[in-house]
């Protein structure tokens, strides 16, 4: 190992394990898997726009393209074209370094979530890693450096104190995010989140009593760690301006505003691999959706990968109209209400239910 | 993945340097940041890959937050940074240096086994085996600690109500 | 070369690291080539809803932040200490629930005595 030239070692040994096809594939797959992640932010944005308007009785963005279907691009490149104000009293290096800090996690998080079975004999996962959901928790939580730097680095009033409330109200709702998981882990005995899918095979896991618990701590914690309405404090429009982001403008505002978007929607996507089956469907599927296709033959495609896979995008689509639907639904909370819901409701209710789970498994052995 | 380890520990060494020569604290606490990733990174080399998770998890993620509130609190500005002084800077040459000294003798004379790797599965289950059965004292112990910290913070929040 | 699938994964996330970063730096720099720039000294003062800024930009916030940070950073070493257990949970037995219990008997109790101070008494 330490005579051989190294970089052409580490490349041949990956290669020869593996072989140039499962290379190629791999990138295929991170590629494609970062595209959509992208596209669907965008496309979601446009969703909230439109569903917002439609519950407050308003038409919304439906001039470019079909129904407004081409609004994201237009939106797009409007940010790309808008001047690039750098404000004078800004703290330059980390003025820009933000919005970055704050879009690489949400992007990262998404990877080791199974958003298939197989397709071609090929998991439908990125990196199917062990500590799945403890990877997801450790990157999620560098999050909050994006927010708390623009905060600080904009050097103004009220960025400063959104940048402040927004981390404080982050690292407290981790804690019950993370103890509300506790009770599935128990129940799957893996951080895998692969392994947690499979084991819903017969019965996904919010129909355990304990386990729909957690999923609504689960929940109502990823509202807040997304910043969302009932608890967008760092935003709150009518007292802190636009919080930690007043001072962005143009595309470092737009990759603030696509964080956001991201982490809903690797949120809707964890619930749903954690409590829904993931990409399972609950009946049974025709036999003959499994036979390879012959069309494709050189692939060996299995249409029933298309369902799998179809089927957790579908759901994740749901969470995702609920993350919309309450923001337009429930007024925001108060600081005070939001710490105490924290730290005196969900972290007693989610240590009670280890407790409580932990009885319950040791009874029904 | 000797290359990686080289690539790692030296970002690591380079970055650790530059905490201590970087005026600007939140600049420190950034390359501090980078200092626990890459050690992070050691960690996978190793196939510790929960001890990796929790190094992010809990120093990058939690840590250094409370870190940045520090400094947040106390309203740093750049003009009031310090400049370096020789002789503040001599002096903590010569500790550092001392300690290096003592730390190469101590492994010197050490028992450890040098260089063998340990065969260890440092998955998630063993390592909860483990914490569960031979190491069940040092962990209560641990919840002490905890403990001990908690009412020190209630020790501060008391000062500050008062 | 000892190459584990879950060793390959995490070659992976480095090259994923590498293409995050690509995916945020990229529109940036395109933004910063195609914009326009236009510098004025209104559009450089601090935004404050059109009045000027009075005062400093620091301003004294609650120690409160502070001490909330640092109880979240010790649950947050409790909840480390609970993921593995669960993992292990079906192969420990009861002697491993009894000792959990004892962990977060001594945490809940310091949680109830900051509870009773009020620590978490957001003012």
């Given at each position: 190992m330490m005579t051989e030239p190294m970089i052409a070692g580490l490349w041949t040994d990956t290669v020869?394990?593996?072989?140039?096809?499962?290379?190629?594939?791999?990138?295929?797959?991170?590629?494609?898997?970062?595209?959509?992640?992208?596209?669907?932010?965008?496309?979601?944005?446009?969703?909230?726009?439109?569903?917002?308007?439609?519950?407050?009785?308003?038409?919304?963005?439906?001039?470019?393209?079909?129904?407004?279907?081409?609004?994201?691009?237009?939106?797009?490149?409007?940010?790309?074209?808008?001047?690039?104000?750098?404000?004078?009293?800004?703290?330059r290096i980390y003025y820009v370094l933000a919005p970055c800090i704050a879009l690489a996690p949400a992007l990262l998080t998404f990877i080791v979530i199974p958003f298939g079975n197989t397709l071609a004999g090929e998991p439908m996962v990125i990196a199917n890693l062990n500590v799945g959901v403890l990877w997801m928790f450790s990157i999620a939580s560098l999050g909050v450096y994006g927010i708390v730097l623009g905060g600080w680095a904009s050097n103004s009033k009220y960025p400063f104190l959104g940048g402040i409330r927004s981390s404080a109200q982050m690292i407290s709702y981790e804690i019950s995010m993370g103890l509300s998981l506790i009770p599935v882990f128990m129940h799957v005995g893996s951080l895998n989140l692969t392994e947690?899918?499979?084991?819903?095979?017969?019965?996904?896991?919010?129909?355990?009593?304990?386990?729909?618990?957690?999923?609504?701590?689960?929940?109502?914690s990823s509202f807040a760690e997304t910043n969302r309405l009932p608890f967008d404090l760092p935003e709150s429009e009518q007292e802190l301006v636009g919080g930690y982001h007043t001072e962005y403008?143009?595309?470092?505002?737009?990759?603030?505003?696509?964080?956001?978007?991201?982490?809903?929607?690797?949120?809707?996507?964890?619930?749903?691999?954690?409590f829904f089956g993931g990409w399972q469907v609950p009946f049974a599927l025709p036999e003959s959706l499994s036979h390879p296709v012959t069309w494709l033959a050189p692939f060996v495609f299995q249409p029933v990968g298309f369902v799998y896979i179809l089927s957790f995008f579908l759901k994740m689509l749901l969470f995702l109209g609920v993350f919309i639907w309450i923001r337009w639904t429930l007024p925001r909370f108060r600081y005070d209400q939001l710490m105490n819901l924290g730290w005196k409701v969900f972290l007693p209710m989610a240590l009670a239910n280890v407790f409580v789970m932990g009885i319950w498994m040791a009874l029904s052995v | 993945m000797n290359l990686l380890?080289?690539?790692?520990?030296?970002?690591?060494?380079?970055?650790?340097?530059?905490?201590?020569?970087?005026?600007?604290?939140?600049?420190?606490?950034?390359?501090?940041?980078?200092?626990?990733?890459?050690?992070?990174?050691?960690?996978?080399?190793?196939e510790a890959f929960f001890l990796a998770v929790i190094q992010v998890l809990v120093y990058a993620g939690a840590v250094m937050v409370l870190f940045l509130f520090v400094m947040m609190l106390l309203d740093i500005r750049s003009s009031q940074i310090r400049r370096q002084n020789a002789p503040a800077m001599l002096a903590g040459l010569s500790v550092g240096f001392a300690f290096w000294v003592e730390f190469w003798l101590i492994l010197r004379h050490s028992a450890l086994p040098v260089g063998a790797p340990m065969n260890f599965d440092a998955g998630i289950r063993p390592i909860g085996k483990l914490l569960f059965s031979e190491f069940v004292l040092p962990f209560e112990i641990t919840s002490l600690l905890l403990l001990a910290a908690l009412v020190g913070v209630v020790l501060l929040s008391q000062k500050e109500t008062r | 070369m000892g190459g584990t699938s879950f060793e390959y994964s995490y070659l992976l996330i480095l090259v994923l690291l590498i293409g995050s970063i690509f995916f945020a730096v990229a529109p940036l720099v395109i933004a910063r080539i195609l914009g326009p720039k236009k510098e004025s000294s209104i559009k450089n003062a601090t935004y404050e809803c059109g009045l000027v800024s009075k005062g400093d930009p620091w301003v004294q916030f609650k120690v409160q932040y502070y001490i909330f940070t640092l109880v979240f950073v010790i649950f947050d070493l409790e909840t480390v200490f609970l993921f593995p257990w669960a993992v292990a949970f079906n192969a420990l037995g009861a002697f491993a629930f009894v000792e959990m219990l004892i962990f977060i008997g001594i945490l809940a109790g310091g949680l109830l005595y900051a509870w009773e101070k009020g620590v978490l008494e957001w003012r």
């Open positions: 020869s394990f593996f072989g140039v096809h499962a290379v190629a594939v791999v990138l295929l797959k991170i590629a494609v898997v970062l595209f959509a992640l992208l596209g669907l932010v965008s496309y979601t944005v446009l969703a909230e726009r439109r569903i917002s308007a439609f519950i407050q009785d308003r038409l919304g963005p439906n001039r470019v393209g079909w129904f407004g279907l081409l609004q994201p691009v237009a939106d797009s490149f409007k940010f790309l074209l808008k001047e690039n104000v750098m404000p004078a009293h800004v703290n947690i899918v499979n084991a819903q095979s017969h019965r996904w896991l919010f129909l355990h009593p304990n386990l729909f618990l957690a999923f609504l701590i689960f929940m109502i403008g143009s595309m470092k505002f737009a990759l603030f505003f696509l964080a956001e978007y991201a982490n809903m929607i690797t949120a809707s996507a964890l619930m749903v691999t954690l | 380890f080289y690539i790692f520990s030296g970002l690591m060494l380079l970055c650790a340097a530059l905490v201590v020569a970087n005026r600007h604290p939140v600049t420190s606490a950034m390359l501090l940041i980078l200092v626990f990733f890459f050690m992070a990174g050691l960690f996978v080399l190793l | -």
